[in-house]
């Protein structure tokens, strides 16, 4: 897909309607919810979700993240917390994928790539067949005990711009992106948008002087 110089921005790791409101308060196109996961951080309850979820205006894309790889599990979630958009941080199998569009038709469907090595090319590629949309993190679904996101990590992005380049659907990159680093990640990759969580977080919380920072270097790129 053509590259892009001005992505969206998804905060992800949302925990209540303030850090909801501070995130689109300097220009987050998109927030990320997190449900239940084997690990890592930004975890809240279902109902959270949907009481956050519908919260924001409708403008704001709201990712529901689930770790679920089957249909009729994933389905009874979303009809928990009602967001416009899933993130699916596990892969899941084509079949599924039919299923969830015959059943949710108005709700955008993003896979998740753990970007590893060639092999995630192939499987980016396969996924975006049936996919609205891929977004590229830096878990370790291999693991006993899955790392599926938020990890303060960064992947290689030579892979990810390989991946933006072979497919014809929106890319959001994700993996250890903060104020220093981000530059130079749209630069290489040029995807439709970035999502971070770690990078704006202290303690586990929104902080707003990073959340600032990390908007002000965004803002230098779309001026170039």
Same mark, same amino acid.
């Not at 979700?49 to 990712?63: G, L």
């Given at each position: 897909m053509k590259g892009s110089l001005n992505p969206k921005i998804k905060i992800c790791c949302i925990a209540n309607k303030l850090e909801a409101d501070l995130?689109?308060?300097?220009?987050?196109?998109?927030?990320? &919810?997190?449900? /239940?996961?084997?690990?890592g951080p930004g975890v809240i309850s279902e109902k959270s979700?949907? %009481?956050?979820?519908?919260?924001?205006?409708?403008?704001?894309?709201?990712?529901f993240l689930t770790s679920e790889t089957r249909a009729n599990a994933i389905i009874s979630q /979303?009809?928990?917390?009602?967001?416009?958009?899933?993130?699916?941080?596990?892969?899941? %199998?084509?079949?599924?994928?039919? &299923?969830?569009?015959?059943?949710l038709p108005e709700v955008t469907l993003i896979q998740v790539i753990h970007v590893q090595d060639e092999n995630s090319? %192939?499987? +980016?590629? +396969?996924?975006?067949?049936?996919?609205?949309? &891929? &977004?590229?993190?830096?878990?370790?679904?291999?693991?006993?005990?899955?790392?599926?996101?938020g990890t303060g990590q960064v992947h290689d992005w030579k892979y990810s711009k390989r991946i933006r380049s072979v497919v014809n659907i929106p890319i959001y990159l994700a993996g250890g992106l903060h104020n220093s680093n981000v530059l130079t990640a749209i630069k290489t990759v040029q995807p439709y948008g970035i999502d971070l969580c770690t990078g704006v977080r202290t303690d586990g919380k929104l902080n707003e002087d990073k959340l600032r920072a990390f908007f002000k270097a965004i803002n230098s790129v779309q001026a170039l």
């Open positions: 995130a689109m308060k300097y220009g987050a196109t998109a927030i990320g &919810l997190v449900s /239940h996961m084997p690990s979700i949907k %009481e956050i979820a519908a919260h924001v205006p409708p403008s704001i894309d709201t990712f /979303h009809q928990l917390v009602l967001t416009n958009t899933i993130q699916l941080v596990d892969k899941v %199998e084509q079949e599924d994928f039919k &299923l969830l569009r015959k059943a090319i %192939e499987e +980016a590629k +396969a996924a975006a067949s049936y996919a609205d949309a &891929l &977004l590229l993190d830096s878990g370790r679904p291999q693991l006993k005990t899955k790392i599926l996101g």
